[in-house]
């Protein structure tokens, strides 16, 4: 039998992966099928089950590689602006693209998977952790440029500006309408950059 590279089982690994996000965007995590996945995917049940033990860990997989991805990009158009309200304003138009572009996806981990038993200690809310941490950075330039305050609440401030937008956010996905992306971003901006100002 001719040996599998492990690019080979890497490109499977990932095909999966990949058909999941499709299948869990559309069903939600209680409506998806390994079934369901394997036939996106294009392969068996039994090739899913020797990379996944089970859906939950293969939601995991979806959640990493979704949060790898966004990070990154907007880590990358951050990194792009210089100064506090640049940056600021980089992070909050791309976090509503997020919503605008992969609503499936976020109404899968707002609805199903922040509600789960297991998620307080899980995977799932260590990348979102992680993610939201994006912001701390920014505000510390902030701090640096004068522009807020040295002992402002950060903790306040990422709940205040990812649970706003999730809000907003949350009206457009359940209800299939599009987000204005450059008119909400321009309003939330400008309402934190008013109010984090301390001048």
């Known amino acids: ?45 039994g090739l899913i089950y020797r990379y996944f033990n089970g859906k939950r860990e293969l939601l995991s997989a979806t959640l990493e590689s979704f949060y790898a991805e966004i990070q990154a990009e907007i880590a990358a158009a951050i990194a792009a602006h210089s100064g506090y309200r640049a940056k600021l304003a980089s992070l909050i138009e791309q976090h509503i693209r997020v919503f605008a572009e992969d609503p499936g996806i976020c109404r899968l981990f707002i609805s199903e998977v922040r509600n789960m038993e297991a998620y307080v200690g899980s995977t799932a809310q260590a990348l979102n952790r992680s993610y939201t941490a994006l912001l701390t950075p920014i505000l510390e330039v902030g701090v640096a440029e004068g522009a807020i305050a040295a002992d402002i609440d950060r903790r306040l401030v990422r709940d205040m500006l990812f649970g706003g937008i999730e809000h907003i956010a949350w009206r457009h996905i359940s209800t299939g309408t599009v987000i204005d992306i450059p008119k909400v971003a321009s309003i939330v901006t400008a309402t934190f950059l008013g109010g984090l100002s301390i001048l």
């Open 1 to 45: 039998m001719p040996k599998v590279s492990p690019e080979h089982l890497r490109d499977r690994r990932d095909a999966i992966v990949q058909a999941a996000r499709t299948v869990f965007a559309e069903n939600g995590f209680d409506g998806t099928s390994i079934g369901e996945i394997a036939r996106v995917a294009g392969t068996s049940d």
